[in-house]
C-alpha cells in the first residue's frame, strides 16, 4: 500500500499572552491507501490542531510554523489558496466534531448534500440528486429520506447523513475528528462499524481522531499515540496493544479496563498534561514517568522507527549509549 499523505516535522503554535503553545510539535506520520489510522491522544494534546493544519484551516491565534503536508505530491502548505479550495472537501473531507450538530436545521439533509456535490463537482442537479439517494442507501438510509429534515432523525441517522456528506465527493481522504462524541454508546458502535465497512468497501483512507482508546484499537490499522503536542510512539496496532514501549502509551493501555478480562488491574496515569508554553524541558512526559533518568531533561527524544514500521519517541529505546 502506498502513501497518500505525507505529514513531515509539521509545527503549529498559538499565540498567548504567555508565549507561544506548541500544540503540534515536530509531528511526522504517513497514512497509506486504504488504511485507518488512529490519531490517539489525552484532550488538549494537539490532535485537533494537526487535522485543522493538515487542511491548512489554522486560525489566529494559531500559526503552521513549519513542515510539510503532501497529498498526492502537492504539498497542501505551500498550496495556492484556490489549489487549496479545491483539495478541501473533494480530496480531503471531515466529519467534524459533533458531526450530527453539523447539519443546518432549515434545509433537507438531501438539498444539503446535493449542495455540497454542487459546489464541488460539475454535475447536473438531478446528478447529484441520483447520488445523493445511492449515498443514503450506502450509509444506511432509505433513499426516499433525502426530503426529510434534521430533526426528523436521530442523532446516529444525523451522523450517518454527515458520513454521506463527507463521502459526496469520492474523497482520497477522510478526517473524523471525535465525530461519535455525544452519541450513545450503541448508537456510537453502529456508526463505527459502518465507517469501518466503508473504509474496506470503498478502500478509503481515514484518519480517526479520538481518545477512546478502546475504540481505536478495535478498527484502525495503525495507531499513532499523541501526548503534549507530539507523536510518542506510532505503529499498527497489534504491535501497540502487544508491544507498546512509551512508558505514557503502556499508561494508557493500563488505564483502560478489558472487558474480557475483569480481573486486569486498571491504574491511571498520575499528574496532568504539561502547559504546552512553557513544557518540560527534554521529553514532555518525564514528569509523570515512572522511569524517569537526568538524561530525559536534556533533550527532546526523536521518534526512532526501532523495528520495522514502530516508532518510538523514548530515550530508553536509543540504545546503549543513553543508559
Ligand atoms: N485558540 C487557541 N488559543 C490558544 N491555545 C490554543 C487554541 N486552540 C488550541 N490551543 C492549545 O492547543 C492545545 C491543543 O489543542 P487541540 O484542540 O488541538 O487538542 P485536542 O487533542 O484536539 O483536544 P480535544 O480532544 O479536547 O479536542 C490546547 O491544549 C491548547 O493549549
Not at 508554553?277 to 536534556?298: K, L, T, W
Request: aromatic residues 4%; hydrophobic residues 40%; negative net charge.
Amino acid at each position: 500500500m502506498g502513501d497518500i499523505l505525507t505529514v513531515k516535522n509539521l509545527t503549529t503554535h498559538y499565540t498567548t499572552p504567555d508565549g507561544p503553545a506548541e500544540a503540534a510539535g515536530d509531528v511526522s506520520f504517513t497514512v497509506k491507501k486504504g488504511e485507518m489510522l488512529g490519531l490517539i491522544g489525552e484532550s488538549g494534546c494537539g490532535k485537533s490542531t494537526i487535522a485543522s493544519s493538515i487542511l491548512r484551516l489554522i486560525e489566529y491565534p494559531g500559526k503552521i510554523v513549519s513542515g510539510e503536508v503532501i497529498l498526492d505530491g502537492i504539498d497542501l502548505i505551500r498550496a495556492k489558496d484556490k489549489e487549496l479550495e479545491k483539495i478541501r472537501w473533494k480530496d480531503i473531507a471531515v466529519i467534524p466534531q459533533s458531526a450530527m450538530n453539523s447539519l443546518n436545521p432549515v434545509y433537507t439533509v438531501g438539498d444539503q448534500i446535493i449542495e455540497s456535490i454542487l459546489l464541488h463537482e460539475d454535475v447536473t442537479k438531478k446528478e447529484a440528486l441520483e447520488r445523493t439517494k445511492n449515498l443514503l442507501e450506502l450509509v444506511g438510509i432509505d433513499k426516499g429520506r433525502w426530503k426529510s429534515y434534521p430533526h426528523e432523525f436521530s442523532g446516529g441517522m444525523k451522523q450517518r447523513v454527515a458520513i454521506a456528506m463527507a463521502l459526496s465527493c469520492n474523497p482520497k481522504l477522510i478526517i473524523s475528528d471525535e465525530s461519535t462524541t455525544g452519541l450513545d454508546v450503541l448508537t456510537q458502535a453502529q456508526v463505527i462499524a459502518l465507517m469501518k465497512d466503508l473504509q474496506e468497501r470503498l478502500d478509503l483512507s481515514i484518519i480517526m481522531i479520538s481518545h477512546d482508546l478502546p475504540l481505536v484499537t478495535s478498527i484502525c490499522d495503525r495507531i499513532a499515540i499523541m501526548y503534549a503536542g507530539k507523536i510518542i510512539e506510532w505503529a499498527s496496532t497489534k504491535e501497540i496493544l502487544e508491544d507498546a514501549r512509551h512508558p505514557y502509551s503502556q499508561g494508557l493501555l493500563n488505564a483502560t479496563p478489558d472487558l474480557l478480562n475483569p480481573d486486569k488491574e486498571v491504574t491511571s496515569i498520575p499528574g496532568s498534561v504539561p502547559n504546552l508554553v512553557h513544557p518540560p524541558s527534554g521529553c514532555r512526559f518525564r514528569d509523570r514517568c515512572q522511569f524517569v533518568m537526568e538524561s530525559c531533561a536534556e533533550k527532546i527524544p526523536p521518534l526512532l522507527e526501532i523495528k520495522e514500521g514502530h516508532h518510538v519517541a523514548c530515550i530508553l529505546e536509543e540504545g546503549d549509549d543513553n543508559e
